[in-house]
């Protein structure tokens, strides 16, 4: 068995659900701490962290790998084909929670380390790697408190390296340079409860708010830009009514989300929604909340290090893509210049039965070594 594979099942045994660590950590410090690896565990809030650094030859830049060991529940586990927690090779995959989201990609950047310093590979600069507990969860006690600790006492980041999941069809033919932010609203249109056989003597906040809605999907909130699509506003909740059939609500609640790009800001689309809404006179409030801020990292050297890297250890052209939900980038972003997320295939993540393609592990940890050894040159 492979070094990846064998670190990769070690921690899929470890049933870490977000925010529990379950050990995890525990075994990287084991491996990363004989290298030379000076490791700081970071608590919060129940969430474990790890910020892991190594300093190579000479001075240069600060390549970070970042990922997390909580993984999603496991759903129905009578569902499943095996134990999601017994790592389980069947036809080429291995199966297990978190095998490709994301504890491949973490086995597969330490052994890459492991190799890299085995064979006295010299290098400028610093590895690290940012490990955190609370990815999956509501991401308010991990990266995000790392990130903070950095930044107050000025440790810089040059590159960093998130193992999400973002191949598609083949590894490595799609990478993240980038996420849309998230900005959700909970819309509450007040309106007058009454019988619905007198509707002269109520005021249905449906019907007044339907039409302001209706407006709202069809606005074109911007154009999107080189590297991302149009910003999309969707409702993903509507409640009135008390349950009863011959009662007009007096309260409409809606729940709405945009994912919107970086020609968009929070502002200004806040100040479109309520300028959509005044105009149709309702009587409404919105409690506003924005869990994560768009990033981009443009064409650089870091995407050309990883889009050789993928090149020479697949034959297969990577692109680069802003799609898909938020991830701890959007923290990363704020004190690293160059953020680019590189992982196994997606298709089966946060699914029953989540598997990673064995063929993949060996040429993702190569991938990863031969961008370590590219950004971090010695002179």
Known sequence: ???????????????SVTPDDHGCQKLLIARLAPL????????SGGVTNLWAVRAGDAPGPTLAFAGHTDVVPTGPLDQWHSDPFVPTERDGKL??????????????????????IAARTPYAGRIALLITSDEEGVATDGTIKVVERLAARAEPLDYCIVGEPTSVTQLGDMVKNGRRGSLSGRLVVNGVQG????????????????????ELAQVQWDTGNEYFPPTAWQISNFHAGTGATNVIPGQ??????????????????????????DAHGLDYRIDWSLSGMPFLTPRGTLSQALAAAILAETGVQTELSTTGGTSDGRFIAKICPQVIELGPANASIHKIDEHIELAHLEPLKNIYGRAIRSLLAAQ
């Open 1 to 15: 068995m492979s070094a990846v594979r064998a670190l990769t099942e070690a921690l899929i045994r470890l049933p």
């Open 36 to 43: 030379g690896f000076q490791c700081e565990t970071i608590e």
């Open 95 to 116: 199966y297990g929670r978190g095998a490709a989201d994301m504890k491949s990609s973490i086995a597969a950047f330490v052994v890459a380390v492991e190799e890299l």
């Open 195 to 214: 019988h619905i056989a007198y509707p002269h003597l109520a005021r249905n906040p449906i019907h007044q708010c339907a039409p302001a809605l209706a």
């Open 252 to 277: 409409a609640v809606i729940d709405f989300n945009f994912r919107f790009s970086t020609s968009s800001t929070v502002e200004g689309l806040k100040q479109r929604v309520h300028a959509i809404l």
